[in-house]
T-cell receptor
Framework: DAGITQSPRHKVTETGTPVTLRCHQTENHRYMYWYRQDPGHGLRLIHYSYGVKDTDKGEVSDGYSVSRSKTEDFLLTLESATSSQTSVYFC??????????????FGPGTRLLVL | AQTVTQSQPEMSVQEAETVTLSCTYDTSESDYYLFWYKQPPSRQMILVIRQEAYKQQNATENRFSVNFQKAAKSFSLKISDSQLGDAAMYFCAYMTQGGSEKLVFGKGTKLTVNP
């Protein structure tokens, strides 16, 4: 299994508070991704990174920001959490060198509840 | 934009029998990759099988195989000799060749395996 950890694994927070989720990898992979999973929607891409300090928006990026200061860490921040951001958040990584090296491997997920 | 459709929200199969999960996708590109991921109750996203669009030969992984019909834009997953541990959500996903290598997911099919 790819070495991917997410922290925290579970979090309950209140509307309006900032929240940061962390994804850590030990594979030295170039690409990292944040997805959210909601019933009836599958997984949707929030943001992704293609290198240190290189990030871009995904399909559902409003209300989220990311940072990547080291190859191994990719942070997702909810600047002011809302109830609509209650979800399960997954981090994924890939080598990203073209072909099947673009295959993504997923972390265990973080369940976030915004009250 | 590419889309992925899984038309069967739920499927069931008897243990030891064979089941096929459907997936269709929409794209104007000729070079891409397709994946099936499994998500058991633990919520971990597990790669099941992957297919390169330029390969005509269908991918197989033990009891799992695909029927890839490029002209029809169809990518179905066949599970042979179904086991209780196969019970999970199954997600079909599409990835463009090159660029950001982002995954587009279908909404998933919940597979129940009956003893």
């Amino acid at each position: 299994d790819a070495g991917i950890t997410q922290s925290p694994r579970h979090k309950v927070t209140e509307t309006g508070t900032p929240v940061t989720l962390r994804c850590h990898q030990t594979e030295n992979h170039r690409y990292m991704y944040w997805y959210r999973q909601d019933p009836g929607h599958g997984l949707r891409l929030i943001h992704y990174s293609y290198g240190v300090k290189d990030t871009d928006k995904g399909e559902v990026s409003d209300g989220y920001s990311v940072s990547r200061s080291k190859t191994e860490d990719f942070l997702l921040t909810l600047e002011s959490a809302t109830s609509s951001q209650t979800s399960v958040y997954f981090c994924a990584i890939s080598e990203g060198r073209g072909g099947l090296s673009g295959t993504q491997y997923f972390g265990p997920g973080t369940r976030l509840l915004v009250l | 934009a590419q889309t992925v459709t899984q038309s069967q929200p739920e499927m069931s199969v008897q243990e030891a029998e064979t089941v096929t999960l459907s997936c269709t996708y929409d794209t104007s590109e000729s070079d891409y990759y397709l994946f099936w991921y499994k998500q058991p109750p633990s919520r971990q996203m597990i790669l099941v099988i992957r297919q390169e669009a330029y390969k005509q030969q269908n991918a197989t992984e033990n009891r799992f195989s695909v029927n890839f019909q490029k002209a029809a834009k169809s990518f179905s997953l066949k599970i042979s000799d179904s086991q209780l541990g196969d019970a999970a959500m199954y997600f079909c996903a599409y990835m463009t060749q090159g660029g950001s290598e982002k995954l587009v997911f279908g909404k998933g099919t919940k597979l129940t395996v009956n003893p």
